[in-house]
Every structure is written in C-alpha cells, then in structure tokens.
C-alpha cells in the first residue's frame, strides 16, 4: 500500500495497456478499468504482473455513473490515486450528411470529452485536499487541426486539449498537476485500421516510455512524438486558403459501417 497508484481508463489494449506496464515497472500499483475485464486478467499474467499490484475496475467511459463508480470504487479498495490517466477513447469516421453519423459524433462526445471529466471527477477533491496528484488527459495531434472526415474524432480532441488547459488553471492554486498528452500516430488496433499515410508512426510502448517521462517531469503539454508537434505547428500557421486545397482530397478515416 506504501507503493504509488495509477488509475488508466481504456486498459484493455493499446496506449492503456502500454502505459500500465510501464508504470508498473516503475514501482505502481495499478488500477486498470475497461469494459473488456478478461482481456486486461489475461494480459497482466502473461506480463508477469502480480496479482497484488492491480485491481480491475469494468466501466463504460461512455456512461458518466459507471465510471464514477469505478473511481469511487478505486478508493474504497486501493485508495486515492497519485496518477489518473483518462486514455480511453474513440475514433470512428463521419459525414454530416449522413443521419447515423450524428449519433457516431455524440457517441464520440460522450466517450472522449464527458468520459474524461467524468473519469477525473471522483479524484478531485481528494487531490485537492492532499494538495498532491496528477491528472493526465490524452489528447492527439489531431485536435490541433480539423481534418476531412474525422470531424467528430478532431473536435472532440480540440475539446480534450482545451478542457485540460481549463482544468488545469483550476487545479494549479491546490498544488494539483494537470497533463495533456497530444500523441501523433501510434501503432495500435486503433490505427491499424486507417486508410492513409502516418508518418512519424511509434510502436506503443515507446509512446509509453516518452509519455511517462513528460508525466514523471510535471510537463503541461506535450506532443509525443516531437515530430508531429512540428507537423501540427505548420499545419496550423497555414492559411485556411492554402490549408484547405491541400487537405480536400486526403483519405478519410473509416465510417462505422463502411466497406473496408
């Protein structure tokens, strides 16, 4: 119990289950939620993990009292966190013009942008009142600039990276720490699925290894890899009549229900 703990939403695969075991490595007792519970068991004994080094937590993100309850929960059993990491999230491709693709984009909303505050909420007093903790919010190189056909995925992380700037400035007088983590394109089932060039693309764990430095060191903001934080920059400082012909005919990320 004298070991620090971590709470990582989205644990079952990807970036969460990358940024577990380097915690853990690092000395962590880790909470783990995901609504895939037996992935996560299955994973840390083929990791070697010690059954008395984590708990597993099932919630939907998604769905603001089920991952209350998983905080709370996580307090009742493991006690308050040092670090809470809201990872999860989803990317799914959108048309405005399609009626179905509205849900996808609240779906999106409410998973990335609710679920996070919704992740964090459980954890803030306590942090406030220990006047010690960190709360990271992942957000991507994506919410920088809106790119065709990912509107809900790109807004949506335009939303993480501003509510973390917002939540930040709030947290900062009770000696709270607030991270936001942009990555850029990260080899996961996630990606795997996209239809275009990603340049710059890491294996997971080294994303993991870059973001728990950045964590470990109290960064605000951080783009991971450097690279597509340059790439973002320069996309950003082009103007909407150049930025816009060049991105008009790049592929677009997968609708849900869409031919391959």
């Not at 690092?26 to 708990?55: C, F, H, M, N, P």
């Not at 009549?241 to 060049?246: G, I, K, M, R």
């Amino acid at each position: 119990m004298t070991a620090p703990l971590v709470f990582i939403t989205g644990a079952s695969s990807g970036i969460g289950q990358a940024l577990a075991l380097r915690f853990y490595r690092q000395g962590y007792r880790l909470a783990l939620v995901a609504r895939r519970t037996a992935e996560i068991k299955s994973w840390a004994g083929a990791q070697g993990i010690s059954a008395d080094s984590y708990e597993i937590y099932c919630a939907d993100v998604s769905v603001p009292a089920s991952i209350m309850a998983a905080g709370q929960d996580c307090i009742a059993r493991q006690g308050l966190p040092d670090v809470v990491v809201a990872n999860a999230g989803i990317s799914v491709g959108m048309d405005t013009a399609v009626r179905a693709d509205i849900d996808v984009m609240a779906r999106t909303f409410a998973t990335n942008n609710i679920g996070m505050a919704a992740t964090f909420q459980p954890f803030v007093e306590g942090m406030v009142q220990r006047r010690g903790g960190t709360l990271v919010g992942i957000g991507s190189v994506a919410g920088i600039r809106g790119l065709p056909g990912h509107g809900a995925y790109c807004a949506s992380k335009a939303a993480v990276i501003s509510y973390c700037e917002s939540l930040r400035g709030e947290m900062r007088p009770h000696g709270v720490r607030v991270v936001t983590i942009s990555p850029g394109y990260v080899d996961t089932p996630l990606t795997r699925q996209n239809r275009y060039a990603m340049p710059f693309l890491m294996r997971a764990d080294d994303f993991a290894d870059r973001a728990f430095k950045a964590i470990a060191a109290g960064a605000r903001y951080r783009v991971i890899p450097w690279q597509m934080g340059m790439v973002a920059k320069l996309l950003r400082m082009l103007p909407n009549a150049v930025f816009d012909p060049l991105l008009a005919g790049r592929p677009r990320k997968q609708r849900q229900g869409a031919e391959p």
